[in-house]
Nanobody, 121 residues
Framework: QVQLVESGGGLVQTGGSRRLSCEVTGSISGLRIMAWYRQSPEKQRELVASITPDGRPNHAASVKGRFIISRDNAWKRVSLQMNNLEAQDSATYYC???????????????WGQGSQVTVSS
């Protein structure tokens, strides 16, 4: 059974750094776009960053220059390095990926369980 398992959330001070990781578990045949989204109580879920299978990243304007998305296809993993964190970065972060499970005929979008990141001053 395919799952996206996240790790790395927690409490961090303003200006600090945090690294989120997400691993695809289970048997798969293909992995396309991987991404990170975030959602806070007062906002809709928003795309933070995405990365293509060949490693081309795309970052939202609000995090460009502070966050870096990366992926390791061999380990089926995507990471989000968050630097110079601000209070408005506080949110639940979700890993997202288009996955072709070994026993499936089509790619399906999967979501991680969510990781709370709280930035305090």
């Amino acid at each position: 059974q395919v799952q996206l398992v996240e790790s790395g959330g927690g409490l961090v001070q303003t200006g600090g750094s945090r690294r989120l990781s997400c691993e695809v578990t289970g048997s798969i045949s293909g992995l396309r776009i991987m991404a990170w989204y975030r959602q806070s109580p007062e906002k809709q879920r928003e795309l933070v960053a995405s990365i293509t299978p060949d490693g081309r990243p795309n970052h939202a304007a609000s995090v460009k220059g502070r966050f870096i998305i990366s992926r390791d296809n061999a380990w089926k993993r995507v990471s989000l390095q968050m630097n110079n964190l601000e209070a408005q970065d506080s949110a639940t972060y979700y890993c997202n990926a288009d996955v072709l499970a070994s026993d499936a005929a089509n790619y399906i979008e999967y979501w991680g369980q969510g990781s709370q990141v709280t930035v305090s001053s």
